[in-house]
């Protein structure tokens, strides 16, 4: 049993990581961990019989693995997943459709038939009595807006959620006695939230009401301008995140390939009737080294001095906005040079064109060491794969 539950880890933990998007920011490893632990907690307190707590912690650990194909059904992906990994395993048809059918019951809105069924839907939902609750509502909701654009303002999701943990039952007499009591604070602070919000609400309505004859006279930046910067910023900052994935997926995926070439391929070079194998690794090597060199480069930060003078701000010679001029300024002098900044508009909007211009040099440098690495990994690939089958053919021929 142990070490049937330990394959089940170890498959999952890697199956996750390999193939779930990382916009799941709730429906992930993290979750399934969680899962698995109220199930064992259940389990143990429990009087299951030791078939019954494998099949329990089975399902535990695959139940969620279907969200790497779909959303909607996920349930029946994770059985197949499930399923090809017990028959793997050599587990009887029995159990394999044992557990399968504890998986199908995390479905929403299945009714539990069986203890099992019940125990598992009780420890798929026990966040619900965490202390941390706010915190796994939170990622499920920025879950929600991601992976199914669907946004929720803060307001409707506690009324979402309250209108939930309301309808929530434990199907479990074990996992009422441990967690019910904690839903009910949950709950509570929910409702005392949702209080809160409806009196903000009101009060600034009234603000509102009060300041509608001043709101005219206000001198508002133009929203275009702000708007395009915005916009332009938040497109560089992506395209700096992309290429820094992007530079990092190289870099993984070429230490994979040092670390295998170093423990597979070098140590037969020292047979010598494998010398036909030198100058083949040797280029595999090279352009896998300068493959990881470019893609540290391109990720490498490049930080200033981090100073300025009064001299700089009077003269608009600084951009306030870039970290890098002001790291290592004391608070009372940076807080003195931002508000002369926002005294002047033409400062202001001065710094967020330097801004936006650098970003693009630094996008700029990343991109063409990124294509330069993307190249210099492919040639080298096709390269050593050449290299590699020459040198086979000339040892089969004696050459």
Do not use: C
């Amino acid at each position: 049993m142990e070490t049937l539950i330990k394959d089940a880890e170890s498959f999952v933990t890697h199956y996750l990581n390999d193939n779930l998007d990382a916009k799941f920011v709730y429906h992930n490893l993290a979750h399934t961990q969680r899962v698995v632990s109220k199930a064992k907690e259940l389990s143990e307190d429990g009087d299951l019989s030791d078939n019954e707590k494998q099949q329990l912690l089975l399902a535990a650990w695959f139940h969620d693995t279907g969200f790497t194909k779909t959303i909607k059904g996920h349930e029946d992906e994770s059985v197949k997943i499930a399923t090809e990994f017990l028959k793997s395993k050599s587990v009887s048809e029995d159990d394999i459709e044992a557990v399968s059918k504890i998986i199908m019951a995390t479905e929403m809105p299945y009714e539990p038939k069986t203890r099992l069924e019940g125990l598992i839907r009780d420890a798929d939902s026990a966040h619900i009595s965490s202390k941390n609750y706010d915190n796994y509502a939170s990622l499920l909701r920025k879950e929600w807006e991601l992976t199914l654009n669907k946004k929720v303002s803060k307001s409707e999701w506690i009324e979402e959620n309250i209108k939930f943990l309301t309808n929530h039952t434990f199907y479990s007499a074990l996992a009422t006695s441990k967690w019910e009591s904690r839903k009910g604070k949950n709950l509570a602070n929910l409702i005392q939230s949702q209080n809160k919000i409806k009196e903000s609400t009101e009060k600034l309505k009234q603000k509102k009401a009060e300041l509608k004859f001043k709101k005219e006279k206000l001198e508002l930046p133009d929203r275009g301008i702000e708007t395009m910067f915005r916009v332009a910023l938040k497109n560089h900052i992506t395209l700096s995140d992309i290429a820094d994935t992007k530079a990092n997926i190289l870099l993984s995926v070429n230490a994979i390939i040092i670390s295998v070439a170093l423990s597979n391929l070098l140590p037969k070079l020292d047979n010598p009737s494998n010398t036909y194998l030198i100058y083949p690794t040797l280029i595999f090597m090279v352009s896998t080294v300068a493959s990881i060199i470019l893609s540290v480069m391109a990720t490498r930060p490049n930080v200033t001095k981090g100073e300025f003078s009064k001299e700089d701000v009077a003269n608009k010679k600084v951009n306030l906005l870039f970290f890098g001029n002001f790291h290592q300024m004391k608070l009372d002098e940076f807080e003195w040079a931002m508000q002369e900044m926002m005294k002047d508009k033409d400062y202001l909007y001065g710094s967020l064109t330097k801004d936006l211009y650098f970003l693009g040099l630094v996008l700029n440098r990343k991109y063409n060491l990124l294509r330069t690495t993307y190249t210099v990994f492919i040639v080298g690939l096709v390269v050593s794969v050449i290299a590699f089958a020459v040198s086979f053919a000339m040892a089969e021929t004696g050459l």
